[in-house]
């Protein structure tokens, strides 16, 4: 009933900048929280940050004062701006949706990979 699909990720030099967006579509239903997880080979998912529909939000520690989730409610969409990449953050980010009526969905993940 909901897809989620991700875009942006790619390779990216230590220190450099990276933008992931996420958009929701399909029947009609309303977007609660909006969230990007990132996994780690061999890991389980570890979330990132958190937007609610009112546009609070949380941060992992270890991302705070360099990412940047924000939202457009008007297109169901989630935004993540990566600033001063480390090594560590590489991993496959997903975006998850919470809807009603439809329940809580996935995106299918996009890889982001800081190396030099």
């Known amino acids: 009933q909901v897809q989620v699909v991700e875009s942006g990720g790619g390779l990216v030099q230590p220190g450099g900048s990276l933008s992931l967006s996420c958009a929701a579509s399909g029947r009609t239903f309303r977007v609660f929280d909006m969230d990007w997880y990132r996994q780690f080979p061999g890991n389980q998912r570890e979330l990132v940050a958190t937007i609610t529909s009112d546009g609070r939000t949380t941060y992992a520690d270890s991302v705070k004062g360099r990412f940047t989730i924000a939202r457009d409610n008007a297109k169901n969409t989630v935004f993540l701006q990566m600033n001063s990449l480390k090594p560590e953050d590489t991993a496959v980010y997903y975006c998850?949706?919470?809807?009603?009526?439809?329940?809580?969905?996935w995106g299918q993940g996009t890889q982001v990979t800081v190396s030099s």
């Open positions: 998850h949706a919470d809807t009603e009526p439809w329940g809580s969905y």
